[in-house]
């Protein structure tokens, strides 16, 4: 059974910091590209970054290229993301994602994790 499990979510200060991580297990990790994706309250689901399993330069959307950094440990087959100054704007559901090949369209996206909330306050 195929399995994303996000965490490190939470509430944060403008300007602050997190990293979310997310645990995947049920398929082989080198054969997907992996993204995360969030979905702000009233607006549309949309692709943060993505990471090809055979580039080393991630994707990253231009709201947040500079301020976030994707990363993966193939051995523990964990996909991370360092957010840095957080903004407000950044509040919503992050969702990490497999993918056959990275796409800024969220329906490319095969197998999605529960989501896990980020609220960044002013």
């Known amino acids: 059974e195929v399995q994303l499990v996000e965490s490190g979510g939470g509430l944060v200060q403008a300007g602050g910091s997190l990293r979310l991580s997310c645990a995947t297990s049920?398929?082989?990790?080198?054969?997907?590209?992996l993204g995360w994706l969030r979905q702000a309250p009233g607006k549309e689901r949309e692709v943060v970054s993505c990471?090809?399993?055979?580039?080393?330069?991630?994707y990253y959307a231009h709201s947040v290229k500079g301020r976030f950094t994707m990363s993966s440990d193939n051995v523990k087959n964990t996909l991370y993301l360092q957010m840095n100054s957080l903004k407000p704007e950044d509040t919503a559901v992050y969702y990490c994602?497999?993918?056959?090949?990275?796409?800024?369209?969220?329906?490319?996206?095969?197998?999605w994790g529960q989501g896990t909330q980020v609220t960044v306050s002013s």
């Open positions: 994602a497999a993918t056959v090949i990275c796409t800024d369209y969220t329906g490319g996206y095969e197998y």
């Open positions: 990471i090809s399993s055979s580039d080393t330069s991630p």
């Open positions: 049920g398929f082989t990790f080198d054969d997907y590209d």
